[in-house]
């Protein structure tokens, strides 16, 4: 059980922060109104947890690098609340394609992460 | 400095999810994801709250606003995790169930993070203004 913990808050402690340094690196260099990072790590994330499962490592590295690190990495949260900030600003639009892109795409990509996962 | 902090917070938010799919695995038998739906409904009400009535204190404390937005709630709730396991609804046929967890999803997270940002925002701003 400790060991258990472990692995979560490890994997939890540096998807947290890649999650951020990748987020903090798209503000300085970028300025557009949509919510790149957040859609970028979501996808990624959806990918590589998908291929974790589709391999079916041992339940010690899925804790690790799944309910951990990728947990982490990814987010529901944020990407929620830029929905309501981009609707409050009137930007339905972007707000339309976001989330569009967001459920299509990442739903089909953790289906082709477990699928290549399997092969 | 900032990353240490969304790093350590981070490491709560992952473990308070961990936890929660643990306590719900004892009462929960069903197909449906409802450890993760709760955790992701949970985490976008605070965000939105946070975000909306605790902007103030970003300048103050801006590695404590960091750790518990970005690393906190930001790991508590989870999309990867929501994208595999309806996958795994859909590769299970249960598309009835798969259909209703998107839905939920979709729906739900916009309205708690409304609340959050919005009404609560509001409410409280009518409340402190007598």
């Not at chain 1, 260099?29 to 790590?41: E, Y």
């Not at chain 1, 804790?63 to 990728?70: E, Q, V």
């Not at chain 2, 709730?77 to 590769?91: G, N």
Request: proline share 1%.
């Amino acid at each position: 059980m400790i060991l258990n913990v472990a692995l979560v808050a490890i994997g939890g402690f540096f998807g947290a922060i890649s999650r951020f340094g990748i987020s903090y690196w798209y503000k300085k260099h970028f300025s557009t109104s949509f919510p790149f990072a957040t859609l970028f790590v979501n996808l990624l994330g959806a990918f590589l947890l998908g291929f974790i499962i589709g391999k079916g490592i041992d339940q010690h590295w899925q804790l690790l690098l799944g309910t951990g690190f990728m947990g982490a990495f990814t987010t529901f949260s944020t990407f929620k609340l830029e929905n309501i900030q981009l609707f409050v600003h009137g930007k339905r639009k972007i707000l339309g394609l976001y989330l569009g892109v967001s459920y299509t795409f990442g739903i089909l990509l953790a289906f082709l992460g477990m699928r290549l996962g399997g092969l | 400095m900032v990353y240490v902090s969304v790093g350590l917070f981070g490491v709560i938010g992952a473990l308070l999810r961990y936890f929660l799919g643990l306590s719900i695995h004892h009462i929960w038998h069903q197909s449906f994801p409802l450890a993760t739906l709760l955790a992701n409904l949970i985490g976008c009400f605070l965000l939105g709250w946070i975000t909306a009535y605790l902007s103030h204190l970003n300048k103050l404390y801006p590695y404590l606003m960091a750790g518990i937005g970005s690393g906190l709630i930001g790991s508590f709730t989870t999309f990867s995790t929501f994208s595999v396991e309806t996958v795994k609804l859909i590769q299970a046929s249960n598309w009835g169930t798969a259909i209703l967890y998107v839905l939920i999803s979709f729906w739900g997270g916009l309205w708690a993070a409304w609340m959050g940002y919005v009404f609560l925002a509001k409410k409280q701003e009518r409340g402190s203004n007598g």
